[in-house]
């Protein structure tokens, strides 16, 4: 168990993987019910995705039940979701492609900086605040999108350019995210060709 809440535990069985676990068998039932136009359902999925999305996040910190498998789980879980919601949203003409283009784009090109890290000894970056509210700007906008498909027209008006802020808001928040992993990853590299440099140069004068 970890000893204090800035330490992560190797825990697998804590609350907030089961519900980061729970997010991730729901993204298949998600994707499948919009494409099949069970807007209501797939909404409702959404929504309880989200809520449990704040809660394991809210029961790691009360229970102390942060763990490094609950790292990898939710920001999988929530781009799972993300991604299901955009191609899901795309085939059925609810967004249009180079919304898909722009998400998956920036996380194929963070997924090639593991490589450059791996060499060095580092593993993925963690998450920051930047991406987390990116991350929650995305969630909050899919739904939305889904909402003018059950709502009267009266209210769709007002619903759908709230979805798009949220999305628009999401993705700048995104790339900005990626900009600022891309010079982390730089700037280890750069750190990890030094002391290689500095090593070198003590063994040469030993």
Do not use: H
């Not at 959404?46 to 809660?55: E, G, Y």
């Not at 722009?102 to 920051?128: C, E, K």
């Not at 619903?159 to 790339?175: C, Q």
């Amino acid at each position: 168990m970890a000893e204090s809440n800035l330490q992560l535990s190797d825990r697998v069985m804590t609350w907030p993987n089961a519900l980061s676990a729970l997010r991730l068998l729901l993204v298949p039932i998600f994707l499948w019910l919009i494409l099949i136009d069970e807007n209501i359902l797939a909404f409702s999925v959404l929504a309880i995705s989200s809520f449990t999305d704040w809660l394991d996040g809210f029961l790691a910190r009360k229970l102390n039940q942060m763990s490094r498998l609950g790292q990898l789980l939710d920001p999988a879980a929530d781009r799972l979701f993300i991604l299901a919601s955009l191609v899901g949203l795309a085939f059925t003409d609810k967004v249009p492609w180079w919304l898909v283009v722009s998400v998956v784009a920036r996380d194929l090109l963070l997924f090639f900086t593991l490589p450059f890290l791996a060499q060095v000894g580092y593993g993925p970056l963690p998450v920051n605040y930047t991406g987390k509210a990116g991350t929650f700007a995305l969630l909050y906008a899919f739904p939305l999108m889904l909402l003018p498909e059950v709502l009267p027209e009266q209210a769709s008006v007002i619903v759908f350019p709230i979805a798009w802020a949220f999305a628009f808001w999401g993705i700048w928040l995104y790339w900005w995210t990626c900009v600022v992993y891309l010079r982390q990853v730089y700037n280890i590299r750069k750190m990890a060709r030094s002391t290689s440099t500095i090593l070198r140069s003590e063994e040469e004068r030993n």
